[in-house]
């Protein structure tokens, strides 16, 4: 069992930066892969970016490449999002999600088993 929290959102103004950070508990959380994913009001959850269990592989939607890194420190059981030149259109509530099967990162919600309870970002232009 992994149980995650997401901290860091908050309100920002367009073109600033956020570190959103998710802790997660269990000693097992170094074999996972992991993903961040966000939701706005009134749309699906969708993928933002993702990391293999040991940092050395990550992928990110096409809307926030080039704007936001994903990374991990194992030892701290912690992975981050790295966010910079926010826009209004990032606002959403963001999640992060373990995958327990597998080594491999996914960009579908449905491959995650643990999820975080959320951190809002909002973005003021």
């Known amino acids: 069992q992994v149980q995650l929290v997401e901290s860091g959102g908050g309100l920002v103004q367009a073109g600033g930066s956020l570190i959103l950070s998710c802790a997660a508990s269990g000693r097992t959380f170094r074999n996972y892969p992991m993903g961040w994913f966000r939701q706005a009001p009134g749309k699906e959850r969708e993928f933002v970016a993702a990391i293999s269990w040991d940092g050395g592989s990550t992928a990110s939607a096409d809307s926030v490449k080039g704007r936001f890194t994903v990374s991990r420190a194992n030892t701290k059981n912690t992975v981050y999002l790295q966010m910079n030149s926010l826009k209004p259109e990032d606002t959403a509530v963001y999640y992060c999600?373990?995958?327990?099967?597998?080594?491999?990162?996914?960009?579908?919600?449905?491959?995650?088993?643990?999820w975080g309870q959320g951190t809002q970002v909002t973005v003021s232009s």
């Open positions: 999600a373990a995958k327990s099967s597998g080594t491999d990162y996914s960009t579908r919600t449905q491959a995650y088993d643990y």
